[in-house]
């Protein structure tokens, strides 16, 4: 068999570690294709080294293992459009997608506020931080809320437009969202949909990405026989956010974590590799006959370390309020582009 995986920011410990497991549990005979993506050409290459890399050293693929890859950037529907008109050209299906890349518009870290809450509560301070600062009201090029795009309309946007035919023309096909523990309801305000006054975007952003979730599965299979699952890979070792870190602020961080998983906590997997392991169960193990796509399923570890699944309740309320949302924004933006179909070219000159 041949199968397709395409990994949305796959340059990212999470990303990497959902493509070495996939080189890992992908039947070792099946040939397998990794298209990665990016918003730079030089990431996208050393996503691939290091991926080549890893068949190399552990896995050792016996089927052909090939590469390619798209540059897009969520937070702009030409980039978008151009990467779907890319995919179109040069596959002829793809079985598995993983929305993996988000980002947040951080300014910072409010290290008082930091330094309250970790002696107060280490556990709860490293499992919901509120210390974190965003900055508020950042629009993207497109006039939208820029983490409202980057990460849930433009990547809705591009499961759409791949739905047919690409995804449709694989026997099985799975979308899976990575979303986050971190997207309680009060995280979210329905008179704030593009999250533009909202000093917590990043965490409202996975809020919507849950309910966007519960309001488009079944649509997706009953038209295209998509099988759509909801993820969290808990809390891990983000590459993004080294830059806010010094030696001594990162290793009291990870020495944070590692005590938060002493003291009970199952979400602290501090490895990208445990961090991806129930992405990788709902690719290639969920079958929703015995497990629900109204749940969400997160990666999970024990005290010390050993991973598990653990599969929570997600809240409904809004859901149909973000699916009318988010079709009224999908045709405005379908008008908008529908000239600029035809060809790349024209669509980079015209961005
Ligand atoms: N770290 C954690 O503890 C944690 C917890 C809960 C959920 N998560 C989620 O897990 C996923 C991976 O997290 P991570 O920490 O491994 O990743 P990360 O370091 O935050 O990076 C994710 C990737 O997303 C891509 N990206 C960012 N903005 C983009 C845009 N506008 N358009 C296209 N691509 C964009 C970047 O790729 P390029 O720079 O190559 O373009 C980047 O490599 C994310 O969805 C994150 O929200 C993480």
Redesign the pocket.
């Known amino acids: 068999m041949h199968l397709s995986a395409l990994i949305?920011?796959t340059?990212?410990?999470?990303?990497l570690n959902i493509a070495y497991r996939l080189l890992e549990e992908v039947p070792t005979g099946d040939k397998l294709t990794i298209i990665v993506?990016?918003?730079?050409l030089p990431?996208?290459r050393e996503a691939i080294d290091k991926i080549k890399e890893y068949n190399e050293k552990h896995a050792h693929r016996e089927g052909i293992l090939s590469f390619d890859y798209i540059l897009?950037?969520?937070?702009n529907m030409v980039s978008i459009l151009g990467a779907v008109y890319e995919l179109k050209k040069s596959h002829e299906k793809i079985d598995y997608l993983f929305i993996?890349?988000?980002?947040g518009v951080y300014a910072g870290i409010d290290w008082i506020q930091a330094t309250k809450e970790v002696l107060a509560n280490p556990v709860k301070a490293s499992t919901f931080p509120t210390y974190k600062i965003q900055r508020v009201g950042v629009k993207s090029r497109d006039g939208l809320g820029l983490v409202f795009q980057?990460n849930v309309f433009?990547p809705y946007y591009f499961v759409q437009q791949l739905a047919e035919p690409l995804l449709s023309k694989s026997p099985s096909p799975k979308v899976v969202w990575?979303?986050?523990?971190?997207s309680k309801p009060s995280y979210l305000s329905f008179a704030d949909l593009q999250l533009l006054q909202s000093d917590i975007s990043y965490e409202g952003s996975?809020r919507l990405v849950d309910l966007l979730h519960l309001a488009t599965y079944k649509d997706l299979h009953t038209k295209y026989g998509i099988t759509q699952y909801l993820t969290?890979?808990?809390?891990?070792?983000?590459?993004?956010?080294f830059q806010y870190l010094n030696p001594f602020t990162f290793y009291g961080m990870l020495l944070m974590f590692y005590v938060a998983r002493l003291f009970g906590s199952p979400w602290h997997n501090i490895s990208?590799w445990t961090?991806a392991n129930a992405p990788l169960f709902a690719c290639l193990k969920a079958h929703p006959a015995h497990d629900s796509q109204e749940k969400k399923y997160g990666s999970a570890c024990s005290y010390n370390g050993k991973e598990y699944l653990k599969v929570t309740d997600v809240d409904p309320s809004g859901k149909a309020d973000v699916a009318k949302y988010f079709q009224d924004l999908k045709l405005q933006w379908d008008d908008r582009l529908k000239d600029q179909i035809s060809d790349t070219r024209k669509i980079y000159a015209d961005s």
Not at 37 to 40: A, C, I, L, P, Q
Not at 178 to 182: C, K
């Open positions: 949305t920011g340059n990212s410990n999470l990303g993506t990016s918003r730079t990431k996208a897009v950037d969520f937070s993996n890349a988000a980002q980057a433009g990575i979303s986050s523990i971190m996975k969290h890979p808990g809390i891990f070792t983000s590459f993004s956010f990208g961090a």
